[in-house]
């Protein structure tokens, strides 16, 4: 699974529904709009303008860091330690952070490097996206050798010329990694 994150600075001049809506056609299970520094009628139209592009693939992140769909249900969210990780067992997805060092989000904490997310992996009853500083195929299939069942990204895709190609790149990179009981 690939999900990506918004980030319409990270867009530029680029519509984020286009950038969304590349993202999607590449393969993106889901789009989370962040946008946290929106007010919240600024963050509600601009969450319209994204349903309309991409539907239901899009979730809309909560300051507690819960990922919402259309009607309001948590699909995922973010978590930032193993006991938080091994608490969640009721929603599509975790994910995790940063795994890398992070080039979209200098100073966001040390990564936790491949070997933390192992062993967060391994405690989790849902599954687990690596998120942070995951801007190549070989760093998402590395997560997902480590036992993540797939990757979160924003800045690589925001800043792709071709949305769809990245995260085309990243899903076949996910795919070919996932191991099967």
Known sequence: MVIVYTDRALAGERPLATVAAGAVAGGA?????????????ARGALASALRQSIG???????????????????????????????SVADLEYVTVSPVYASASKPGYGPPLGLSTL??????????????????????????????????????????????????????????ANLRWP
């Open 118 to 175: 192992r062993d967060w992996c391994s405690g989790a009853a849902v599954p687990v996206l690596a998120l942070g500083g995951v801007d190549s195929p070989e760093r998402a299939a590395a997560c997902v050798r480590a036992g993540a069942a797939g990757v979160a990204v924003m800045g690589a895709v925001m800043t792709a010329a071709d949305p769809a190609a990245v995260v085309r790149e990243l899903v076949e990179a996910v795919c």
């Open 29 to 41: 299970a889901r789009v989370v709009l962040r946008e946290k520094d929106l007010p919240v009628d």
């Open 56 to 86: 239901d693939r899009l979730l809309v992140s909560d300051v507690d860091g819960a990922h919402r769909d259309g009607s309001g249900r948590v699909v995922g969210r973010a978590c930032h330690s193993a006991a938080e990780v091994a």
